[in-house]
């Protein structure tokens, strides 16, 4: 038998596109907000381990690690960073990085780079051909051709020195010298402390000062 339309019988009563799509989206909102909730409750989790981490003082990053020292765990190219007491940044970089096996927590460091920020504001890196850091302490110890320069433009040279990052401090007690805008100084040991604001030379020491662009 043949079926028949009743032209009085309402369009809205017949199917309609739009229910298809309707049905869709329920069916697709049904998998997609289980699986949203379960992620939020995991980040609700994880957060404060997550915060715990980023208020650490210290923290490493590698750019790259040479498969081929895994045993002895060198790393190419590290990246040391915290905070010193007044939460001032530092930031200890390396063409490489090797655990000290009699030591643990130090590192041998192969053309160290320390960079931090001045008591004034003013930035301050120090670099070296060999370092060491020990990473409990804080402790940077670069020997070899240690340079050191300050942003308002003088320089520090000696060939060894220690650096104590959290407390902004730096001290030696071979040979150095010193030049710049102030003259000329040099003296058998340093002592940079208050982040850099004073500078002490310890032993026999030899100053020239200027003083209106005149050497005294």
Do not use: C
Request: net charge negative; hydrophobic share 40%; charged share 20%.
């Amino acid at each position: 038998m043949a079926a028949t339309v009743d032209p009085n019988t309402p369009l809205a009563a017949a199917p309609r596109k739009a229910d298809f799509g309707y049905s869709r989206f329920v069916h697709v909102m049904k998998r997609l907000l289980p699986a949203l909730a379960a992620a939020l409750m995991g980040l609700v989790f994880a957060w404060p381990q997550l915060s715990g981490m980023a208020e650490q003082s210290f923290s490493l990053s590698l750019s790259d690690m040479d498969p081929s020292e895994a045993d002895t765990l060198t790393m190419n190219n590290p990246r040391f960073f915290g905070s010193d007491t007044q939460r001032r940044l530092f930031f200890v970089t390396a063409n490489s990085a090797s655990q000290v096996e009699s030591l643990t927590g130090v590192v041998t460091l192969d053309a160290p780079r320390a960079d931090m920020t001045g008591a004034d504001g003013k930035k301050i890196s120090m670099d070296s051909r060999l370092g060491y850091y020990s990473q409990e302490g804080e402790l940077l110890d670069l020997l070899g051709g240690v340079d050191l320069y300050h942003q308002d433009g003088y320089q520090v040279h000696t060939t060894a020195a220690r650096i104590s990052l959290k407390a902004g401090r730096a001290e030696g007690d071979t040979p150095v010298q010193a030049h710049g805008s102030f003259g000329e100084a040099e003296g058998e040991g340093f002592v940079i402390s208050d982040h850099g604001r004073v500078v002490h030379f310890t032993g026999q020491s030899r100053a020239v000062l200027k003083s209106g662009g005149v050497k005294q």
